[in-house]
Nanobody, 121 residues
Framework: VQLQASGGGLVQAGDSLRLSCAAS????????MGWFRQAPGKEREFVAA??????RSYYADSVKTRFTISRDIAKVYLQMNSLKPEDTAIYYC?????????????????WGQGTLVTVSS
């Protein structure tokens, strides 16, 4: 199963970026999808997740008012506004084992290769 994330880059604090991730329809259409990130020297952490049908979404407190997750059948997006230097990380998209979104890494079965987001101050 291949997940292809894109949209990362180098931006300044306060700028916006939109990440995209494409999965195969067979493996994602009935499953929740999510975004995680990993900063240098830190563990991978939850960012946002969305149910299989887009009905519910969840966010880490650190991004709740700035990031928005959305999806269609086989793609998931992360709109990131008002970026901060502490948002700098590799961002990974993932397909969950179930239809309901989860904040736990263990509940995700398939992972993309990651896209780097760097926010300068």
């Amino acid at each position: 199963v291949q997940l292809q994330a894109s949209g990362g880059g180098l931006v300044q604090a306060g700028d916006s970026l939109r990440l995209s991730c494409a999965a195969s329809r067979r493996t994602s259409s009935n499953n929740a999808m999510g975004w995680f990130r990993q900063a240098p020297g830190k563990e991978r952490e939850f960012v946002a997740a969305i149910d299989w049908n887009g009905g519910r979404s969840y966010y880490a407190d650190s991004v709740k008012t700035r990031f928005t997750i959305s999806r269609d059948i086989a793609k998931v997006y992360l709109q990131m506004n008002s970026l901060k230097p502490e948002d700098t990380a590799i961002y990974y998209c993932a397909v969950a084992r179930a239809a309901r979104a989860s904040t736990s890494r263990d509940d995700y079965r398939y992972w993309g290769q990651g896209t780097l987001v760097t926010v300068s101050s």
